[in-house]
């Protein structure tokens, strides 16, 4: 069953510009996280923010949460072509003792 | 080092055979999870465990069949049964399941 989807499927933009990633989702969720994966690799946990949070920020990155219209944003600033990578958001539900429910994924390309 | 090892990091199946994957984990972590990943697809949940001697069903159990007699193991055997194997197959682990999830780095199976 798929929780989250993430918007757009495909981003391509040019190194030093900013990145926007968007995920919606169903159900009532106790933290949502964002993954990234490199081609062929596993993922890479990249940041957790819980239902009670709106924005959090590491490094270069910032997401939002939005728990009313059940959605959250992913922003890399400043990207790099080492930003390349395909972005995945998952969902820990608050119903309890579930595994995360990840969305399709966003796959950004950063042209240098 | 501390985390997730997967191997092979290639496989190779024939009809009517049955393969297995191994995955370990040196971070004492009580869950662990298989997915499926298809080629620009997101993840689909296999099976999951939280404790020893327990798993369950994720979204696409059937042609898999998992064992946890183990804390640090959780191997996934790829039964004659399913018809269309090839795909990349991840495993991961987590203090709980709504906690972040570490991956290993993959294994990739095809069919001869």
């Known amino acids: 069953s798929q929780q989250g989807e993430e918007d757009p499927q495909a981003l391509s933009i040019q190194e030093g510009e900013n990145a926007t990633m968007n995920c919606s989702y169903k159900t009532s969720i106790n933290n949502l996280q964002w993954y990234r994966q490199n081609s062929g690799r596993g993922l890479v946990h990249l940041i957790l923010?819980?239902?009670?949070?709106r924005e959090k920020h590491s490094g270069r990155l910032r997401v939002t949460l939005d728990t009313s219209k059940k959605s959250s944003s992913l922003l890399i600033t400043a990207s790099r072509a080492a930003d390349t990578a395909s972005y995945f958001c998952a969902t820990a539900l608050s119903s309890g003792n579930t595994p995360l429910v990840f969305g399709k994924g966003t796959r950004l390309s950063v042209i240098a | 080092d501390g985390g997730i090892t997967q191997s092979p990091k290639y496989l190779f199946r024939k009809e009517g055979q049955n393969v297995t994957l191994s995955c370990e984990q040196n971070l004492n972590h009580d869950a662990m999870y298989w997915y499926r990943q298809d080629p620009g697809q997101g993840l689909r949940l296999i099976y999951y465990?939280?404790?020893?001697?327990?798993?369950q069903k994720g979204d696409i159990a059937e042609g898999y069949s998992v064992s946890r007699e183990k804390k640090e193991s959780f191997p996934l055997t790829v039964t004659s049964a399913q018809k269309n194997p090839t795909a990349f197959y991840l495993c991961?682990?987590?203090?709980?399941?709504?906690?972040?999830?570490?991956f290993g780095a993959g294994t990739r199976l095809s069919v001869l």
């Open positions: 465990s939280q404790i020893v001697n327990d798993f």
């Open positions: 923010i819980r239902s009670n949070e």
């Open positions: 991961a682990s987590s203090p709980h399941t709504a906690n972040i999830q570490y």
